[in-house]
């Protein structure tokens, strides 16, 4: 617990480990799509123009990698699916129309923020290892030019789905008052913890 | 090549709007003769002191082919096939590759640089170093296996039908230095009316699939091949018999990219919508109180 009345969600580190992570995504998302599409070429000026941009965008997928890895070690355990995760998103409806009281109480994750976890553990494993085979400048002669048109499509459609997850995370962490404080401070209020994730609360007070 | 013809420009990488079109001219082409080529890469080196580019010196290898590839420096290299035909006889097939300058070219798709990759109205494809950012979609989008990026600049180099030399009234150097009139430029109609006496010609000499290499999938080719079996193009080191923009680079660059943008804008759009609909979703002050009163009685069941 660390300022009094409040509970604490997130350690320093864990803090720190996660924004890295974040920085190093909108980095990827916004080369990436520069890149993507004609309409957005200009955004390869954040980057120092065209060269610049084709060549940190990888570097940048090195960085979330070893980043995201950590993060993942930290938090895989929280986010295995239970059954109470299929009950939760049966109810998804409730969710969505802010009636909590009407879902099943909720661990340290709801089933939409394990799904979130998953989806970018997977996307993120898939966009590393495509990016590696179209990453010409030092692979170009481990795969063949076949290979790699099958690379660069999964890419770019890997891109396009994990930015749409990331865009579904970041509403979730407005809509839900009080998520955002937990990852920038580090503690949310037991309010928070009652309304969100009961199960959890219950825990804590248990010393668990 | 630099940008010096924007009048002439009708195709451009990674550019939305049309470009100028008030100018037209006849689609060019280079006819290579493979049937009358000896071999003698006199093209290659005109092509090297016209272009000035000195690739580096490899070590032979055991075939004629040198270098044993194209290379940033080296945009045209003739591919040397010993081909044994179905009478016993050794065949020389001697092809001179280098880029076809497709009228529906796969870099050009590829390529997210805005103008790095243009193709002029005479049909010529060319590469605008200056635009290049290196990222080597080019290769990938290429049916032909052609654009090269060099390890120094990291930017992609090609033959460029000597677009210079073109847009001055002269023919391609590899034209200019060939020794047996094996490489001819003009019109492309031309082109393809002198192919056809020279597949007659074939024909009588015994060579009954004689023909010409326009390949059709990729809109005829701004480089054509007179070839003895024309039947099978990938007896000459392996020319694509049926060359077309991969099916891949069609996912990849067609359709799905403005869908998936206006996906992700509807994705954002949906969230500003929830937001005005449902609203935040605030903790209220009793959950502040059922909170206070679960961590109060630790102790409890
Ligand atoms: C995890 C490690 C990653 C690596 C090694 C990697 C590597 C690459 C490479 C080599 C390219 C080709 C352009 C260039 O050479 O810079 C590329 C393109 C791209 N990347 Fe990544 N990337 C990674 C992660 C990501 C992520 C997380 C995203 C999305 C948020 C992303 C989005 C894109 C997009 C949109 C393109 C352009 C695709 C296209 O032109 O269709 N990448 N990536
Ligand atoms: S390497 Fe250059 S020419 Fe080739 S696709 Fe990339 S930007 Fe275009």
Redesign the interface.
């Not at chain 1, 804590?204 to 010393?207: E, K």
């Not at chain 2, 950012?133 to 979609?137: F, P, R």
């Not at chain 2, 959950?287 to 206070?292: A, T």
């Given at each position: 617990m660390s300022q009094p009345g409040t509970?604490s969600r997130y350690t320093t580190a864990q803090r720190i480990n996660h924004w890295i992570t974040a920085g190093c995504f909108i980095l990827l998302a916004l080369s990436g799509m520069s890149?993507?599409?004609?309409?957005?070429?200009f955004l390869?000026d954040l980057f120092g123009?065209?060269?610049y941009?084709?060549?940190i965008h990888p570097w940048f997928g090195v960085v979330l990698l070893v980043s995201f890895a950590i993060l993942f070690v930290r938090f895989f355990h929280h986010n295995l699916w239970n059954r109470d995760d299929t009950a939760w998103i049966g109810k998804i409806d409730k969710v969505?129309?802010?009636h909590?009281e009407d879902v099943p109480d909720v661990g340290r994750y709801n089933a939409g923020q394990k799904l979130v976890f998953w989806s970018m553990t997977l996307l993120i494993l898939v966009l590393f290892v495509t990016g590696i085979v179209?990453w010409?400048?030092y692979f170009?002669g481990f795969t063949s030019?076949?290979v790699?048109?099958?690379a660069?499509?999964i890419h770019?459609?890997a891109a396009?789905a994990i930015?749409?997850v990331f865009?579904?995370h970041v509403?979730a962490g407005?809509?839900?008052?009080?998520t955002m404080g937990g990852m920038l401070h580090g503690s949310v209020?037991?309010?928070?913890?009652?309304?969100h994730h009961r199960k959890w609360?219950?825990d804590?007070?248990?010393?668990r | 090549m630099t940008d010096l013809q924007s009048l002439d420009i009708t195709r451009r990488s990674?550019?939305?709007g049309t470009p100028p079109d008030i100018r037209h001219q006849p689609a060019v082409a280079k006819l290579i003769d493979v049937s009358r080529c000896i071999g003698c890469k006199a093209c290659q080196s005109a092509c090297m002191e016209w272009n000035d580019l000195r690739p580096e010196m490899e070590t032979f290898e055991g075939s004629y082919d040198n270098p044993s590839d194209l290379n940033p420096a080296a945009w045209t290299v003739m591919r040397f096939t010993e081909w044994e035909n179905e009478a016993g006889n050794l065949e020389w097939l001697i092809r001179k590759d280098g880029c076809m300058h497709c009228s529906d070219p796969g870099c050009l798709k590829a390529c997210?640089?805005?103008g790095a990759i243009v193709q002029y109205a005479n049909g010529i494809v060319d590469f605008i170093s200056e635009?290049c950012?290196?990222?080597?979609?080019c290769?990938?989008g290429c049916p032909f296996?052609i654009p090269r990026?060099s390890?120094e600049d990291?930017r992609a180099y090609k033959c460029t039908l000597c677009s210079d030399r073109v847009s001055v009234g002269l023919e391609p150097a590899c034209v200019k230095t060939c020794p047996t009139g094996a490489i001819l430029f003009g019109a492309k109609e031309d082109m393809t009316a002198w192919a056809q006496e020279r597949i007659v010609d074939l024909k009588e000499r015994g060579f009954a699939n004689a023909g010409l290499y326009d390949p059709p999938e990729v809109g005829g080719t701004h480089v054509m091949y007179v070839l003895h079996h024309a039947d099978r193009p990938s007896l000459y080191a392996g020319l694509p018999d049926k060359p077309r923009i991969?099916p891949?680079?069609w996912?990849?660059k067609g359709m799905?990219?403005?869908i998936?943008?206006a996906?992700?804008g509807f994705?954002?759009i949906a969230?500003f919508v929830?937001?005005v609909v449902?609203?935040?979703?605030?903790?209220?002050?009793e959950?502040?109180?059922?909170?206070?009163e679960?961590?109060d009685?630790?102790d409890e069941k």
């Open positions: 509970i890149l993507f599409h004609p309409s957005l070429f390869t123009g065209g060269p941009t084709r060549a969505i129309s802010n909590e179209i010409d400048q170009f030019i076949e790699k048109r099958v660069i499509a770019s459609l396009v930015i749409a865009i579904a509403y407005i809509w839900i008052r009080g209020t037991p309010g928070w913890a009652f309304r609360l219950r804590l007070a248990r010393g | 990674a550019t939305t997210p640089s805005p635009n950012i290196g990222c080597g979609y290769v990938k296996n990026i390890q990291h991969d891949l680079v996912l990849w799905f990219k403005p998936a943008l996906g992700l994705a954002a969230g929830h937001w449902a609203g935040p979703n605030e903790v209220q002050p959950d502040e109180v059922h909170g206070r679960i961590l009685h630790k």
